[in-house]
């Protein structure tokens, strides 16, 4: 079975602190792929990352960051300088083949909740 | 339309009502998903389509749920004799299939059982 676990409910931080969210995941599966989502308040989830399981290189887009750790099962997730904007719900999902060529049924995490005040 | 677009965005129906809710996915999109999501929680998988098959079923929670997607483009996820339980945001995502993992989400239907 597939579970993800973000341990973090909600965080609260003021504009330009960094954010890191953590995420945890368990699957039997040797192929699989991570992701982030953001999940604003108008309900539209939109991706951010992806990561697959061969690849722990780490790596920075813009302001967001990962760090990936196959040993420990960690998936964790980094906004830079964060802004009023990134305030959201944040979803970590991992997906498993569906067929031969196709992937999907993403198991979601419940979700962080990030708060960013002025 | 560049995006999934869902329909109706909201729903309120009385305890015993069936609904229909409907998915638009992007054009040309092969896979289909429909995820439920309560209140405060991640989404989770209802199921899954390529093309037209309904190829993953496991999530859906009763026998009260059906989904079809006759021809393989749009989708409807139908709920026959709602219960409160089944109050929860419906979201249905796309992607390209082949060698595409990323799923595009749809904004959602919020269903109200009353």
């Known amino acids: 079975a597939q579970k993800v676990t973000q341990a973090q409910t909600e965080i609260s931080v003021v504009e330009k602190e960094d954010v890191t969210l953590d995420c945890v995941y368990e699957t039997r599966d040797t192929t699989y792929y991570l992701f982030w989502y953001k999940q604003p308040p108008s309900g539209e989830l939109v991706f951010l990352i992806r990561?697959?399981?061969?690849?722990?290189q780490n790596e920075i887009s813009g302001r967001y960051s990962w760090n990936f750790q196959k040993s420990t099962s960690s998936f964790n997730f980094t906004i830079t300088a964060s802004q009023v904007v990134d305030s959201a719900v944040y979803f970590c999902a991992l997906s498993k083949r569906m067929t031969t060529d196709s992937w999907g049924k993403f198991q979601f995490g419940a979700g962080t909740q990030v708060v960013v005040t002025p | 339309g560049a995006g999934v677009s869902q329909s109706p965005r909201y729903k309120v129906a009385k305890r015993g009502q069936d609904v229909a809710l409907r998915c638009d996915p992007i054009s040309g999109h092969v896979s289909l998903f429909w995820y439920q999501q309560a209140l405060g929680q991640g989404p989770e998988f209802l199921t899954y389509?390529?093309?037209?098959?309904?190829?993953?079923k496991s999530g859906l929670p009763s026998d009260r749920f059906f989904a079809e997607r006759p021809e393989g483009s749009v989708s409807t996820l139908k709920i026959q004799r709602t219960q409160q339980e089944d109050s929860a945001v419906y979201l249905c995502?796309?992607?390209?299939?082949?060698?595409?993992?990323?799923?595009?989400f749809g904004p959602g239907t919020r269903l109200t059982v009353t």
């Open positions: 389509f390529q093309n037209e098959a309904q190829l993953d």
């Open positions: 995502a796309s992607s390209s299939g082949t060698d595409s993992y990323e799923q595009y």
């Open positions: 990561r697959n399981s061969f690849d722990e």
